[in-house]
């Protein structure tokens, strides 16, 4: 895998773990739940999970727009990591943390359709 393939592959991976720890963690939870089993959360920790891999997949996009110019997917990823961390630390609502990881997956998406092209 060459340099530039394997940092191709950083912002979307980043961002599929940021979805996976979110929502994939509450999947799990109620499917435990559902059969009998209780789990306690740390949620700080949970929430920092989400941010933190959000916050990499911002990153990994800044890398590749150093190399091909495009501003508008690190600024659509940055939009939507800020949305994500106020709805996780200030005031969690669900319409602001799905506008914030569907803001997150457009910024990766763009910037992923602007490699090909």
């Known amino acids: 895998m060459t340099d530039k393939t394997s940092r191709r592959g950083l912002a979307p991976l980043a961002t599929a773990l940021s979805l996976a720890a979110c929502y994939g963690t509450l999947a799990a939870v109620a499917l435990l739940g559902a059969l009998g089993v209780g789990i306690a959360l740390n949620e700080a920790v949970w ?16 890398l590749r727009w150093r190399r091909h110019g ?26 602001t943390e799905l506008g914030g ?17």
Do not use: K, N
């Open 47 to 62: 929430a920092g999970a989400i941010v933190l891999f959000a916050a990499l997949a911002v990153a990994a996009l800044a």
């Open 70 to 95: 495009r501003v508008l997917p690190v600024v659509l990823a940055f939009a939507g990591l800020a949305l994500i961390a106020f709805a996780m630390y200030v005031s969690y609502s669900l319409p």
């Open 101 to 117: 990881f569907a803001l997150l997956c457009l910024g990766t998406w763009a910037d992923w359709r602007g490699g090909r092209a």
